[in-house]
């Protein structure tokens, strides 16, 4: 039980195209998921916080209107990455729980993003 | 706030020999506590979690934890290593009322065969 799914794991693009990640609860709904981003030998940064139904809470420093995201639906949240640039390429986790109280987040298996 | 501290990056240890992966945490409340590990290329795994009750946690693959609070330390400890456990582990706090996970650096476990 608690799968997460990502999709695509991997993408590369052209600088100034948009990219959309997607997220998704295989087997639970989540009311809550989480979009991270690890550069290489580093530890997770949580970029945003999004629960199902309302906007999106954003880290500070992290531009929301670059990073879009949308969490439609119990079981789908989606990152959009817009006008990428070289300097977004990383790897993009997501995470999701299943409702307030819930402690445990699952996590999704990774998406790794390059920007030419 | 609350922060995580892993004070060791990188960790070697020979096959079947035990290790020990260190991480303290700060929290000005009470707190949950997760260990995570991440294979090349992948995302995280939950090896185990402190919510509350006993101090110490069995995970998966044989692995525990012991939380204490008064060392603020949430150790992870594996009696015999294998190949198979090489692999990025990262310790994580969440504090009551946040709701959001905070990382430590992580520590990378190589094997030596």
């Known amino acids: 039980g608690a799968v997460v799914s990502q999709h695509p794991s991997w993408v590369i693009c052209k600088s100034g195209t948009s990219v959309k990640i997607e997220c998704r609860s295989l087997?639970?709904?989540?009311?809550?998921m989480f979009w991270y981003r690890q550069f290489p030998k580093q530890s997770l940064m949580l970029m945003a916080t999004?629960?199902?139904?309302?906007?999106?809470?954003?880290e500070q420093g992290v531009e929301k209107d670059k990073f879009l995201i949308n969490h439609a639906s119990l079981t789908l949240s989606t990152l959009t990455v817009t006008s990428a640039h070289p300097e977004d390429s990383s790897f993009y986790i997501c995470s999701a729980r299943e409702g307030q109280g819930q402690e445990t987040q699952y996590f999704g298996p990774g998406t790794r993003l390059l920007v030419l | 706030a609350q922060s995580v501290t892993q004070l060791d990056s990188q960790v070697p240890v020979f096959e079947e020999a035990p290790v020990e992966l260190r991480c303290n945490y700060s929290s000005s409340v009470s707190v949950y506590l997760f260990w995570y590990v991440q294979y090349p290329n992948q995302g995280l795994q939950l090896l185990l979690k402190?919510?509350?009750?006993?101090?110490l946690v069995k995970g998966i693959n044989g692995f525990e934890a012991e939380f204490n609070k008064s060392q603020t330390s949430f150790h992870l400890r594996k009696p015999s290593v294998h190949i198979s456990d090489t692999a990025e582990y990262f310790c994580?706090?969440?504090?009551?009322?946040?709701?959001?996970?905070?990382f430590g650096t992580g520590t990378r476990l190589t094997i030596i065969p």
């Open positions: 402190y919510l509350s009750g006993s101090t």
């Open positions: 994580a706090v969440d504090g009551f009322g946040n709701e959001k996970l905070t």
């Open positions: 087997d639970f709904q989540a009311t809550t």
């Open positions: 999004s629960n199902e139904g309302s906007k999106a809470t954003y």
